[in-house]
């Protein structure tokens, strides 16, 4: 498939934005079965996968097309899309585009790894999370392998389960040293002091996923330099404040881009509070943010 020149695209409008955004389709199905994520196996009929397919080529396309703007692309799909070729070829497409700064995705790394040596790999990155018994250690680390040998820019990361950290503790001394491993709380743990010591020696940063982070009334990057984006193209500041700001495609979402509090309690996701001014994570991730690398990894 080919973005470039395709009919329909809106030129952009105003003054020149550098945005990130974060775009989640329709797509719901995952090849996977983990026990802590609802979707798991669960199949788009192939009506949805059609619907998936178009979504994902129009907002595709559109980003092509803004090349007076500056973008930063992470697709997080609750569903695995690197088993669907629509989602391998937009992010081989959208990565040799010179507006496009970063564009990265979410996956469990179950995919062909081939497809990258079409991409640029100095623009595409991928955010890859191991599931413990959903695939052996060793297919895991073969991909890595992989994408260690196109050179392909990558994190890896685990769910920071009881039962996945001797699993964890293996991978971390097979992978590379210089390849970041992280580690995601898993949802509603709370973790005793020694509990969080053994994951924070395997991921530095493990305590700012421990503890959900104030973020009533605080400033945040998101609705400013970083949207949410959904199949229809209607525009939120994040994924976890779904009042609107707009429409990509008609342009309406750029008038309400400007600063504004954090509405929430809390934020206890990576892919939102790692957008809050009050942590220093820019800095920690800097050059990185999408595909959650640290600046120089050397920990």
Same mark, same amino acid.
């Given at each position: ?7 329909g ?8 934005l ?14 996977y ?19 998936? $397919? ?11 097309g ?9 697709f ?7 088993? %669907? ?15 496009? $700064? ?47 040998a196109?050179?392909? %820019? ?8 009881p ?8 991978? $971390? ?8 491993l ?27 996923? %421990?503890?959900?982070?104030?973020? !009533? ?8 330099s970083?949207? +949410?984006?959904?199949?229809?193209? !209607?525009?939120?500041?994040c994924? =976890? ?56 990894? +050397? =920990?």
């Amino acid at each position: 498939m080919t973005y470039l020149g395709l009919p329909g695209l809106r030129p952009a409008q105003d003054t020149p934005l550098d945005l990130t955004i974060l775009y989640r389709g329709p797509l719901a199905s995952c090849d996977y079965d983990c026990p802590y994520c609802p979707f798991a196996k669960r199949r788009d009929s192939p009506a949805q996968l059609r619907t998936d $397919r178009a979504a994902l080529e129009r907002f595709a396309g559109w980003a092509a097309g803004q090349t007076s703007d500056t973008l930063s692309l992470l697709f997080t799909p609750w569903g695995e899309g690197l088993v %669907r070729s629509w989602y391998r070829s937009a992010l081989a497409e959208l990565s040799h585009l010179p507006h496009i $700064r970063r564009v990265a995705i979410q996956t469990n790394l179950s995919f062909r790894t081939d497809w990258l040596a079409e991409a640029d790999l100095g623009t595409l990155a991928l955010w890859t999370t191991y599931h413990p018994g959903q695939v052996t250690h060793e297919r895991f680390l073969t991909k890595c392998g992989e994408l260690d040998a196109l050179g392909a %820019r990558y994190s890896v990361g685990v769910v920071g389960e009881p039962e996945h950290l001797g699993a964890a503790r293996r991978l $971390r001394a097979e992978l590379p040293p210089e390849i970041y491993l992280w580690v995601n709380a898993a949802e509603g743990r709370s973790y005793t002091d020694a509990e969080a010591e053994d994951w924070t020696a395997l991921d530095p940063l493990f305590g700012y996923s %421990r503890h959900p982070h104030p973020s !009533a009334g605080l400033p945040c990057r998101t609705g400013e330099s970083v949207i +949410s984006v959904d199949g229809d193209g !209607a525009v939120q500041r994040c994924h =976890f404040v779904r009042a609107p700001l707009g429409n990509l495609y008609d342009g309406s979402y750029r008038a309400a881009l400007g600063p504004r509090p954090c509405p929430l309690d809390v934020c206890d996701c990576h892919i939102g509070y790692v957008h809050l001014e009050s942590l220093p994570l820019y800095d920690v991730f800097a050059g990185g943010v999408l595909e959650r690398i640290p600046a120089g990894f +050397s =920990f």
